[in-house]
């Protein structure tokens, strides 16, 4: 099996329940494939899914939201550290440019790549991080996951690897299997900032290195690329010719006062040429819900990649993408009270663990997320990560992810969100505390 590949039991699965589909077949079930006079049923092969389907992954993070959901529907209080959600309301003047288009009745298909004015938007936007395009290389899909499937379906052949951080956002792997492809991690520790490793890059790449994918600030660690790193990355990239993926949508929310936005590769002109760009309007202007991304790609990819869309979602509604032209061109004060709350949540959160031993919190600098070290805990408790994580919830109330969640490297870790309400996040502190104090790792909090 080569790195990274998935086992193949996953292709083999097909073939034994479609050999064994009849004798499970149950009166009444729709199966297709022959027909049966007797029952009324149409009896044959159960519809299966497809082999290479079950190289998609679950997100731990929606999967532990609807345990939550559950718990709370039984009268259960949930302190819920886990959904990457600011609580903000998305901007009124946002919410009116799209009502103000549903009303003038703009709710018919508009262009595959997006409407004129709000691919001009984007580009201009991106002057802000160094990035210079046109707009014709922009497209606009519904949401940042949609870009990143679209752009991985239409960049690599099976086969190809292509390098993908660990801990990391789990699509990027799902996507990259999916579409046949070997994802191959690379570490991001603590000991760096969880900044990639120039160095363990380089001994990734084969001559079947096709990609890499970087995302900064960091889902899950918060961590960030400093620029003369980014240009060691890039001399990497340009050397081996690889398609680089910068996923940048935490870009804007950084908490250095003197950094803007986080730097982007897309800058760099020597891999300028060969960069795809990712971004989302849900995290900077509240709008997860909304589903509006983008990419800004090479031309001969974003023909392709609109070719696709076409295929698979026509467009992205015409009224949601007047909303994304007020976010680019309206008043940006949201953004920066929306970093200034993250900021003082990020102390506040920073603040109530700091002190809990067993339990090591590096300040982020960039997203909305401490990636906690908890191998103290798990030391002292002989429970696994996904363990822990289980029993934070289901003993004492509060949500949150365990580290593994995004790669085999989060082992020993929480991803604990700090995008929440200040009262959600000081019980969520609380019930960790109150936690740790059963186990012996830090006194009850009786407060």
């Known amino acids: 099996m080569l790195r990274g590949e998935l086992p193949p039991i996953a292709a083999t699965l097909n073939k034994v329940l479609k050999r064994d589909a009849r004798r499970h077949i149950r009166p009444g079930l729709f199966v297709f494939g022959m027909s049966n006079h007797s029952t009324g049923t149409i009896p044959g092969q159960p519809v299966l899914p497809a082999a290479h389907t079950w190289a998609l992954e679950l997100e731990g993070a929606f999967e532990v939201l609807a345990r939550v959901r559950a718990l709370e529907q039984t009268g259960r209080d949930i302190a819920s550290l886990a959904i990457g959600e600011p609580d903000f309301d998305t901007p009124s003047h ?16 508009a262009p595959p790549a997006g409407i004129p004015v709000l691919r001009d938007a984007i580009a201009a936007s991106l002057r802000d991080r160094g990035v210079v395009v046109t707009p014709e290389q922009v497209v606009v899909t519904p949401g940042a996951k949609a870009a990143l499937c679209c752009v991985i379906l239409c960049a690599f052949e099976p086969g190809d690897e292509v390098l993908v951080p660990d801990p990391g956002f789990p699509a990027y792997r799902s996507l990259v299997r999916f579409a046949g492809g070997i994802a191959v991690a690379y570490g991001l520790d603590a000991a760096a900032d969880f900044a990639p490793d120039p160095e363990e890059l380089a001994r990734r790449i084969t001559p079947r290195t096709r ?7 960091h889902n899950p660690t918060g961590g960030s690329i400093a620029p003369e790193l980014l240009c060691r990355i890039a001399e990497i990239a340009a050397q081996h010719d690889l398609l680089v993926l910068s996923d940048e949508v935490y870009g804007r929310l950084v908490y250095d ?7 982007s ?9 060969q960069t795809v760009l990712i971004d989302s309007f849900s995290k900077t202007y509240a709008m997860t819900g909304w589903r509006l991304g983008f990419a800004v790609l090479p031309p001969a990819l974003a023909e392709r990649v609109t070719a696709l869309a076409v295929n698979a979602y026509s467009c992205v509604p015409p009224f949601v993408q007047c909303a994304g032209v007020a976010a680019l061109t309206g008043p ?3 953004v920066g009270d929306l970093v200034t709350t993250l900021r003082r949540r990020r102390g506040l959160l920073l603040g109530a663990l700091g002190d809990v ?10 997203a909305f997320y401490l990636y906690a070290d908890v191998r103290g ?3 002292r408790t002989n429970l696994t990560t996904e363990a822990l994580a289980a029993r934070l919830l289901e003993e004492d109330g509060v949500a949150t992810i365990p580290g593994t969640a995004f790669g ?10 700090f995008a929440g309400a200040d009262h959600e996040l000081a019980r969520g502190a609380h019930r960790i505390r109150a936690f740790a104090g059963r186990i012996g790792a830090y006194p009850e909090d009786h407060s």
């Open 94 to 109: 946002i919410v009116e440019a799209a009502v103000r288009a549903l009303r003038a009745r703009d709710t018919r298909y």
């Open 211 to 217: 990609g890499l994918i970087l995302n900064a600030p």
């Open 257 to 263: 006062p003197g950094l803007p936005v986080a730097p």
């Open 265 to 273: 590769i897309a800058a760099i002109p020597e891999v300028a040429r």
């Open 332 to 334: 940006q004060d949201c």
């Open 357 to 366: 031993a067993g339990v090591i919190c590096p300040a982020p600098a960039g």
């Open 377 to 379: 805990v798990l030391a």
């Open 408 to 417: 085999d490297r989060g082992a020993g870790y929480l991803r604990l969100s």
